[in-house]
């Protein structure tokens, strides 16, 4: 009989990727998160064309910070782990805005399978005593910037094409 099979956080990792492409952006899409957007003046003209332009975005960020991170996992550990930081982040983006305007945001209820898998892939880390200050400190700063440089390209790109 085979050994039990064991969650790693590469599977962690590759599946707040499989969480974003195969959950949240369908999900985005079907509940129309950018009229969402659009109907609070959020971001002007953020129409369904300006959603579908901004995934490749993240899509990219996602998948270099997993490609990245599987070169050598252990020197790239930190960014590996941004990616479920940036699941975290994600999840409090949407929770937030879900707060503030009292509602569904489209794309709340798949952010929040990204909270288990870094609650996992934490409890992975402590077991195997590689949980350090340091290493939380550089998978935060991965993970916010996995984040904010697919937001900051996007509309850096998108306000000077409006101009």
Avoid at 67 to 85: C, D, H, N, Q, T
Wanted: charged letters at 10%; aromatic letters at 14%; glycine letters at 12%.
């Amino acid at each position: 009989m085979p050994g039990k099979a064991k969650l790693t956080l590469d599977h962690l990792i590759l599946g707040a990727g499989i969480v974003f492409l195969a959950l949240q952006i369908p999900e985005e899409g079907l509940f129309n998160f950018s009229g969402w957007v659009e109907r609070r003046g959020i971001v002007p003209n953020f129409t369904v064309t300006t959603w579908l332009l901004q995934l490749p975005y993240f899509i990219l960020a996602l998948s270099l910070a997993y490609f990245i991170y599987r070169i050598e996992p252990g020197k790239f550990l930190p960014i590996g782990l941004g990616v479920l930081v940036w699941g975290l982040l994600d999840f409090v983006g949407f929770a937030g805005l879900s707060l503030i305007s009292r509602g569904y945001v489209p794309g709340l209820l798949s952010s929040v399978i990204y909270l288990p898998l870094l609650l996992l892939g934490m409890r992975i880390l402590r077991r195997g005593g590689k949980g350090t200050p340091r290493l939380a400190v550089l998978s935060s700063l991965s993970g916010f910037l996995i984040m904010a440089l697919p937001i900051a390209a996007f509309f850096g790109v998108y306000w000077a094409l409006a101009i």
